[in-house]
């Protein structure tokens, strides 16, 4: 909970271009939603849905991508003014995915741990410098407590180091690592109302500079380019319940690869303009904000984190090569909402317990499925925002 989940939006989605990502996600809302029923909504798990703004008249082909058994609800016109009046008017069409929402993947991290310290588990801290495999694992450990570890079994999930502990058995895993960031604020104007569900701006986008601040942009090499078209994905929500005050803005539009840093603040990818640039982003689709573009927020917390991925946006979860060895990597910008159904997927395989029919496509597995795999490598949309 430490690291990159310690930087996670949090927010849940069973809207993917695919369906397996669709029933992966499916599967791990439904274990949230029991466990929300378990815990007394420890994890003040919200439901509000995603609401996808385009200013796009024709949709048909965004609607074909999207997978049967997806509750969704469509609006146009007068009836997007009517019931999301936040978006700005050039809005021509919105699709509400009604499966999402927000969690505290904190809390629920916490409640997770008391349920296995009553199972008898044991939390030992320390870094992991050293497997050696012969005869189950022996690990080398440095921490205050404990030197070594001897294990039947192990599973590499060290997030963005999955290749760190990968080498240590002489492996590589197919994953490279691109830093996202984000900002949360203090809506001191009251701009976002507390009720608005978590909402993108699907569209491309030339941000909205005076010609005196083009002109200087354009003519600085390095940022050049925030003149120009940037993707879609612009995203926004309320933070903190009825009664908060901070709203949380994203866009992940980086696509420049990290080696990652134990100590985020000394990755090169953070940018110091990033608080400037997603409010103009934000603004573009929700006028309210746009106050804050003349005058930025006093109080607010620029972070980020490292999106650890595959190129085809589809986690690993399953056998590494090494016998004993497993891993949950590559969970992307979907980590924390598909960790429970990643956590039960990954003690199926350790305990050779029944297997769910997507458990041979999130594992390594798929490279050995060309048909799969060109379909991966040529779809239009691989789910990331
Ligand atoms: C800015 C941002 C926003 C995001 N928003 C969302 C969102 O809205 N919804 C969502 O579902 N997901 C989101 N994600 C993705 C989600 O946060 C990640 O997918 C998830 O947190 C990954 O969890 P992890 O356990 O694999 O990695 P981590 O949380 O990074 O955990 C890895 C752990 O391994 C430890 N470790 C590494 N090496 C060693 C070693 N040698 N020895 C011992 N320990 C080691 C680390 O210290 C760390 O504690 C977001 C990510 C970012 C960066």
Known sequence: MSYTSAQSGDNYRNWWPHPVMTAFTNDSI?????????????????????VLATRRTNIGEFTASLQPGIDIVFHEGKAIRERFPALSTD????????RGGDISGQQLGTWMLEQVRAKGGRLLRGAVTEIDPRDGFV????????????AGAIVNAAGPFVNHIAAMLGEELPVHNVFQQKVAFEDRLGAIDRDMPFSIDLDE??????????????????????????????????????????VKLGWAYNETLS?????????PASDPQFPEIVMRGAAAFLPALAPYVREPPTRYSHYGGYYTMTDENWPLIGPMTTPGAFMVAALSGFGSMSACAAGKLCAARVTGSALPDYAEALSRGRYDDESLMSALRSASSKGLL
């Open 30 to 50: 439904d274990e949230l939603d029991r466990f929300a029923h378990d815990s007394g909504d420890v994890f003040r798990m919200t439901r509000g849905g995603y």
């Open 91 to 98: 809005i021509q069409n919105v699709v509400h995915i009604r």
């Open 139 to 150: 690990l080398s450990i440095a921490a205050n407590d404990v030197t070594t570890v001897a």
């Open 205 to 246: 986008k030339t941000l909205d500079w005076s010609d005196e601040e083009r002109e200087l942009l354009a003519d600085d090499p390095d940022l050049a380019w925030l003149t120009g078209s940037l993707p879609g994905g612009t995203h926004c929500r309320p933070e903190g319940g009825p009664k908060g005050r901070w």
């Open 259 to 267: 080696d990652p840093q134990e100590d985020l603040a000394n990755e």
